[in-house]
């Protein structure tokens, strides 16, 4: 007969007293369950083999995700450095841009009061 212990129960205000064994249940090894045509014991140690290579796996992915970020984070900052040189860049072309056809007004406006001058002297003779 199994190993158990006694319980005993009282039941409400009478004297009722109830008594039954509590029996353990017996081991079982995991060598003893078979699983298909494998021992649990073998089916656990192949699972803790590919948590271990799957784990070994997603570090190695993490550690590549994280090489990708840090030379996008590089080239992120390279592209805004070249981004600020090209804004001087076209602040100086407009600026030139503008003095350039301040110049030409400039060069019109003399050349117009020229051909004035000129259209008066002809206008005289």
């Known amino acids: 007969m199994p190993r158990g ?4 129960v ?4 009478g004297s009722l007293v109830r008594t039954m064994a509590v029996t353990r249940k017996p081991k079982i090894q995991a060598s003893e369950v078979e699983v298909g045509n494998r021992t649990l014991d073998n089916v656990l140690i192949d699972l803790a ?3 271990k290579a799957y ?3 997603s570090a190695e992915r993490a550690r590549q995700a994280d090489e990708r970020m840090r030379r996008l984070d590089e080239r992120f900052a390279e ?3 070249q981004s600020a040189r090209n804004e001087e860049l076209v602040t100086i072309a407009l600026q030139t841009i503008s ?6 007004r ?7 009061d020229r051909l004035v001058t000129l259209e008066k002297a002809v206008a005289a003779e």
């Open 99 to 104: 003095a350039v056809s301040q110049d030409l």
């Open 106 to 112: 400039a060069l019109a406006q003399r050349t117009d």
């Open 10 to 13: 009282r039941a409400g205000r």
């Open 79 to 81: 592209i805004a450095e």
């Open 55 to 57: 784990g070994e796996l």
């Open 5 to 8: 212990r006694a319980l005993s």
């Open 49 to 51: 083999e590919r948590i």
